[in-house]
């Protein structure tokens, strides 16, 4: 039941941490001092504890914040189920980052987020939004909309968004991956796509237009397929994580492709797969230059909890796997 205003050189940064002492939700206005509202002022931390049922912060409206602008917005925590379209209207200029997690969301004017030209990291994680239709914006970096209830995803939704360069959609009910989501960010280095459903990887699922991808997140889908080139853009010494899925064989007409990227620095992990490790492996074992098997992790093993498969004898793959 505590609100703190703490003050650095000009620079306001607010921290509610409950309801009352002066900032008052969500009839009201939270409560600026005066002296600082013709400011630009840097940050706006409101951090409640979800499980306390005395927070009462529901909706931000256009005249929630009051007459002030923000660089950096952080609401963590509340009841808040609906932010309005011209909630952060006085920071569309100055909002840089602007983080929502943990929070009840429905409903956000994703619309207006082209107005917002200077905001670089958008985290809408952990709330229950369930569509982000187009998101459209030329300063956006960061995009993380994990642990919401999408289901699907529009092929435009981060069209609109070249400048992404980090995308996390984690946990979001995800059960397949139309291709085209990725063609057109030429900067994205980071892609988290864990925690959902997705059974097959289709041809172009995850194409970037060059090798960027430093950091492919699949953990714990449900992949029993890869196509040939389902995976596009992965750079040369880049984490290629599948972890927790089941896939059972590493054909060469799928993977070869994947290999081929992530060689000669890469590193794939196949950890928690039910993997066979039969003659589909041939190819990774029997390799003349051996260019492939180092970048598979020494956690990976057959059967889930069998054999490492970097370790094993490729004498039995000559003798058995012959054409
Ligand atoms: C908000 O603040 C700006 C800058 O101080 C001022 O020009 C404007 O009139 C204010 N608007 C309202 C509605 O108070
Ligand atoms: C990608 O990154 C480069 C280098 O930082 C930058 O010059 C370029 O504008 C970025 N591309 C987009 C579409 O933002």
Not at 220 to 230: G, M
């Amino acid at each position: 039941m505590e609100g703190k205003v703490v003050v650095v050189n000009l620079v306001l940064v607010v921290l509610v941490f409950g309801a009352g002492s002066g900032f008052e939700f969500p009839q009201q206005q939270v409560l600026i001092p005066r002296e600082f509202s013709r400011h630009r002022l840097f940050e706006l931390v409101i951090d409640q504890d979800p499980a306390d049922p005395n927070t009462n912060l529901m909706a931000i409206k256009q005249d929630t914040l009051g007459n002030v602008s923000f660089e950096r917005v952080r609401i963590l925590g509340t009841k808040l189920v609906s932010v309005e379209a011209y909630a952060f209207s006085n920071s569309y200029q100055t909002l840089i980052h602007l983080d929502l997690t943990n929070n009840n969301i429905q409903n956000f004017p994703f619309a207006s987020l082209p107005r917002y030209v200077s905001l670089q990291t958008f985290i809408i994680e952990g709330n229950a939004v369930a569509s982000l239709h187009h998101i459209i914006s030329t300063s956006l970096q960061v995009l993380s909309a994990s642990f919401n209830p999408l289901s699907t995803l529009e092929v435009s939704t981060l069209t609109g968004s070249p400048a992404l360069t980090e995308v996390y959609l984690g946990h979001a009910d995800l059960n397949t991956l139309d291709p085209g989501h990725f063609t057109h960010l030429a900067n994205l280095s980071t892609l988290h796509l864990d925690g959902n459903t997705i059974t097959v990887l289709e041809y172009q699922a995850i194409v970037t237009p060059s090798n960027t991808i430093s950091y492919l997140n699949l953990n714990s889908n449900e992949l029993t397929f890869v196509r040939h080139d389902a995976i596009s853009g992965l750079s040369s010494d880049a984490t290629l994580s599948l972890r927790n899925n089941a896939l059972t064989t590493l054909e060469e007409v799928s993977w070869l492709h994947v290999f081929q990227q992530l060689y000669p620095d890469g590193v794939i992990d196949l950890s928690g797969n039910p993997l066979v490790c039969g003659c589909d492996l041939a190819w990774i074992m029997l390799d003349s230059q051996d260019r492939y098997r180092p970048l598979i992790t020494d956690t990976t093993r057959c059967g889930v909890n069998g054999p490492i498969l970097v370790f094993l004898d490729p004498a039995f793959f000559e003798q058995q796997c012959q054409p």
